[in-house]
């Protein structure tokens, strides 16, 4: 597959999602989400239950990819944060190195400023765990792991199952 | 460009639907949106203008089931055809791991069939990505109306490539399953090649 593929982890996983609840209690968010840049959602925290957060990753991911457009026609590099108010909700998006969107929705509990500095604290942590995580998987490449975890197992009949 | 979780045990892919304006791609997600089992799907987002052509995209979240203790899932996506919109179109091809071309079989749809391919190459190619090697399906849409090209016409214009093609009617759903699991196969031997 052209470009690299994202992977992810159970150890790198946990310490993502402790990052992001820690994010979600200092910022006093509502929630708090992590997306790939081609929409698909890594990990969320805080009130999730009745937000479709597969939809939201997809439309964020779409928004980031339309203003680094417009970015892009100004001469610009890229729009590094986004911030929507609304009349209760606020979402304040901003990117993680060159693939990954940290968005955080927040309202009047808590302040833009008190956002801003806390999502400033933690990208700097989550750059690292992904940092670590491309580390890994180049690793495990080179030593052919990852084809014994999992795919080399995978039929064509397995595929044409899903098909039925 | 999957996203292959170790933790939730997931693997996610995204195709997309191409092709010329009103040739029937989001028809194609609005049938499989409809006859999906509601634990299988997600919301089917479209960011549309008031007329019902698409803007932006369409979104479409599928899950297809479990290999090895690994849910596949499928993110679809249609691009906006018309061909002001080229911005966009490049925008939806990012990260993607497989492309259905929607043709528009009328015959006077001809000229912009060809157009949409050559400009999905481009697309592809300016982000590294190249046609000729990606998974890919060919659908020829608007089985059902008088005016159409033989299929026997259509191969040699638009499938070079010899992908798998399907004789489509995305309004009744006619080959719009057989189109998407062309193309979802061919993702996962992808995948399973590299991996
Ligand atoms: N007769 C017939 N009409 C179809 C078929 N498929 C789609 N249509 C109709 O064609 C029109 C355009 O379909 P869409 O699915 O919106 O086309 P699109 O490719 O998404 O168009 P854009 O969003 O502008 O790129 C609609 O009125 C559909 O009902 C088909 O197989 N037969
Ligand atoms: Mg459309």
């Known amino acids: 597959m052209m470009g690299s593929d994202l992977i992810m982890y159970e150890e790198e996983f946990q310490r993502i999602d402790a990052e992001l609840k820690k994010l979600y209690h200092q910022a006093n968010a509502k929630v708090v989400f992590l997306v790939d840049k081609n929409g698909q959602l890594i990990a969320s925290a805080g009130e999730t239950h009745d937000i479709d ?37 606020n979402i304040h998006i901003s990117l993680i190195g060159q693939r990954i969107i940290l968005v955080v929705i927040f309202d009047n509990r808590t302040s833009l400023g008190l956002v801003r500095l806390r999502v400033k604290k933690s990208s700097e942590s989550l ?38 | 460009m999957s996203f292959i979780n170790y933790s939730s045990r997931e693997i996610n892919c995204k195709i997309v639907y191409y092709g010329p304006g009103l040739c029937g791609k989001t028809t194609n997600l609005q049938f499989i949106y409809r ?11 479209s960011l549309a203008t008031e007329t019902e052509r698409t803007l932006f995209f369409d979104f479409l979240p599928l899950a297809l089931g479990d290999i090895k203790g690994f849910k596949i899932r499928f993110h679809l996506y249609t691009v906006p055809g018309q061909v002001f919109y080229a911005a966009s179109r490049k925008l939806i091809l990012k990260g993607v791991d497989g492309v259905v071309f929607v043709a528009d079989s009328q015959i006077e749809r001809t000229e912009s069939n060809i157009e949409s391919l050559e400009d999905l190459k481009i697309n592809l190619s300016e982000q590294g990505y190249d046609l000729d090697k ?14 159409i090209v033989p299929v026997a016409d259509l191969e040699k214009l638009l499938n070079y490539r010899k992908v798998p093609s399907f004789e489509a009617v995305a309004v009744t759903g006619k080959g719009v399953f057989e189109t998407l ?14 991996y």
């Not at chain 2, 990606?134 to 005016?147: S, T």
């Not at chain 2, 062309?182 to 590299?194: G, N, T, Y």
């Open chain 1, 53 to 89: 957060t597969t939809s939201l990753a997809s439309l964020t991911a779409g928004n980031i990819a339309a203003t680094g457009g417009i970015a892009r026609l100004l001469g610009e590099k890229e729009f590094t944060i986004l911030f929507h108010e609304g009349e209760k909700d």
């Open chain 1, 127 to 164: 750059a690292g765990i992904f940092d670590e995580i491309t580390k890994k998987v180049e690793k495990e490449k080179g030593e052919g792991k990852l084809e014994e975890a999992l795919f080399a197992e995978i039929s064509d009949e397995d595929i044409d199952n899903l098909f039925r």
């Open chain 2, 35 to 45: 006859r999906t089992n509601p634990e299988q799907k997600g919301k089917l987002i």
């Open chain 2, 134 to 147: 990606l998974p890919f399906a060919m659908q020829y849409n608007k089985r059902d109306l008088p005016n």
């Open chain 2, 181 to 194: 699991k062309a193309v979802a196969k061919q993702v996962l031997f992808e995948l399973k090649k590299h």
